[in-house]
């Protein structure tokens, strides 16, 4: 019942925290509470309902949760999209169905314990790396001019459709980008917030930087059953995402870096807890593979391969 509880209070505390940034005209604490609402919230009531929470563990569960709520994101998108409704109708319907997720669910959450001081420890280095990756960001140039402009005329567009979504003037849908899920809900974010999507995306890095951390120990904990491998995966993974192309953790908000560095290995773990012993997995490993192909398609195919590679290895251990 406490766990129940504290779940309650901390969306609460995300309502407060966006009321009091749209009111103090705030925008890293609006932004970054409309992201735990819209972003964190819709799947970890997801993986809540499917049992999922003690086989994944804290770390696990946040990028897990950022995968299963770009799925709860997908059907009311496309609807909107087929039916031409606006960005609106898709915010609504999937505060919707966090609610209903969260109405489901009836049991406490039932985390793995785990000593206070490991787990403070873990969030104080998680925080430590976000706020580094917030203090290096950069203005919005390059790739990101796209992916902002993009945002912004879902954001626009009284109605959307695949004729009239472009980030450029009178210009066809991006092929890549069809149903542009990750940037939808960006944009939701953005709205939600009631900050500019420039100054939303930027708020956001710090968000997915965190989950790309999260997702390296998390997966390397899985595979090994060791923390020493969680936390060398961890370190590793800052290290390349500070050094690789002058900086990936710059670009960690985009849709190439955020698919591989946080949906492939949320993906991964729902794919290694099903083919150990949870079978309830499987719907949300369909779900975070389905969003992979949907937020950036290429990565969808580096999933497959390293998932084999699992499923292999597994087999040839004699794994269960």
């Known amino acids: 019942m406490t766990a129940r509880r504290a779940e309650f209070a901390a969306m609460i505390a995300l309502a407060a925290c966006l009321g009091a940034g749209r009111a103090l005209a705030w925008d890293a604490l609006a932004v970054w509470a409309a992201a735990g609402i819209l972003l964190i919230l819709p799947g970890w ?25 770009l799925a709860v994101w997908t059907p009311p998108l496309a609807v909107a999209y087929l039916a031409g409704l606006s960005l609106t109708f898709a915010i609504a319907a999937v505060l919707v169905a966090a609610a209903a997720l969260a109405a489901a669910v009836r049991a406490p959450a039932a985390l793995p314990r785990a000593p206070a001081a490991e787990v403070a420890g873990g969030a104080a280095a998680v925080a430590a790396f976000a706020y580094l990756a917030w203090r ?7 790739d990101a001019l796209f992916h902002v402009g993009l945002m912004r005329r879902l954001g626009d567009a009284p109605s959307l ?9 009178d210009g066809p849908a991006n092929a890549g ?44 904990h899985a595979l090994t059953g060791w923390r020493a491998a969680g936390y060398l995966a961890a370190a590793m993974t800052a290290w390349d995402l500070c050094s ?25 773990l729902l794919f290694w807890l099903e083919i150990r012993h949870a079978r309830r997995a499987a719907a949300a490993t369909v779900s975070a593979v389905a969003v992979i192909a ?11 391969a390293i998932a084999a590679g699992i499923l292999a290895g597994a087999w040839r251990a004699g794994l269960p």
């Open 244 to 268: 690789l192309i002058n900086g990936l953790v710059l670009q960690i908000n985009q849709p190439p870096p955020f698919s591989l560095w946080v949906l492939t290995p949320a993906a991964l």
């Open 45 to 69: 009531c997801a993986l809540r309902a499917a049992g999922l929470e003690r086989d994944l563990g804290r770390a696990g569960s946040a990028p897990v949760a950022a995968a299963l709520s």
């Open 136 to 142: 290096i960001s950069t203005p919005i140039v390059g």
């Open 177 to 220: 980008y069809a149903l542009p899920v990750l940037h939808a809900a960006f944009e939701g974010v953005a709205k939600l917030a009631g900050v500019d999507p420039v100054v939303t995306f930027r708020y956001l890095l710090p968000v997915c930087a965190a989950l790309a951390i999260a997702a390296a120990y998390a997966l390397a």
């Open 294 to 304: 949907f937020v950036h398609p290429t990565y969808a195919i580096p999933f497959l």
């Open 161 to 169: 459709s695949f004729a009239n979504v472009s980030p450029f003037l």
